[in-house]
């Protein structure tokens, strides 16, 4: 009887050490996990901030176009906000060494919102930032009216953006752009739209994962 008290006994801290090696993973995974949800929320923000100055600038430029007589600095101004894209760089890290290390997060629900996130969420609004970058790429690397009549330009990614046309005016370059601002101005509109509801789920995924880490077994270990 002693010999299996003994045994039992070892078992019992042979299964609390590796408990506590699981937790100490688990803290240590959920919170690389979540230094990297605080670096996609702050590229989030600055994406959607700049695709909303888009927006404003091709609805302004849609009104623009349909006035008499027409505004050649308002053309100029806005012109440059439409001309732009941004760059996402999803961090997903922690997440592929979770998965390599085949640490299960004990929290199924959390599991899943993680799981989710990640192949899921992260992926469709990286495609969607990316879709705008195509328009603004074909607009400025292929021949057409707009880019011919681009005399100087500060667009893209850059942070302060301008252009000089010149001759804000021309026929051909008004009708391609009011084409191309209504094309686009759906298609930014859904992006703002996707954009916005990834940084709501990028939120909820922040606070579920600070509440998970408040709890005392994991808590100990950070």
């Known amino acids: ?16 050490n590796e408990n506590q090696k699981n937790a100490a993973n688990e803290a240590h995974i959920l919170s690389e996990i979540l230094n990297n949800l605080y670096e996609d929320e702050s590229q989030i923000q600055n994406i959607l901030e700049r695709r909303n100055t888009a927006q404003k600038s091709v609805e302004k430029l849609l009104l623009i176009l349909n006035t008499n007589p027409l505004d050649p600095k308002g053309i100029e101004e806005h012109i440059a906000n439409f001309l732009t894209f941004e760059r996402f760089y999803p961090l997903n890290n922690s997440f592929e060494m979770m998965k390599a290390s085949g640490l299960i997060i004990e929290n199924k629900v959390l599991r899943t919102a993680i799981s989710r996130y990640y192949d899921f969420e992260q992926k469709k609004v990286a495609q969607s930032i990316q879709d705008i970058e195509y328009v603004f790429l074909r607009l400025v690397q292929t021949e057409n009216a707009i880019r011919s009549n681009l005399k100087s330009a500060k667009t893209g990614t850059k942070k302060t953006t301008s252009t000089k046309l010149k001759n804000p005016s021309d026929g051909l ?7 191309e601002l209504i094309s686009f101005n759906d298609n930014n509109s859904s ?29 100990k270990h950070l």
């Open 173 to 179: 370059f008004l009708e391609l752009l009011e084409t």
């Open 1 to 16: 009887m002693l010999v299996v008290f003994g045994i039992l006994i070892a078992l019992q801290i042979n299964n609390w």
């Open 191 to 219: 992006a703002i739209v996707r954009i916005a509801e990834f940084k709501e789920l990028n939120s909820q995924l922040i606070e579920r994962i600070k509440l998970e880490l408040l709890k005392s077994k994991l808590k």
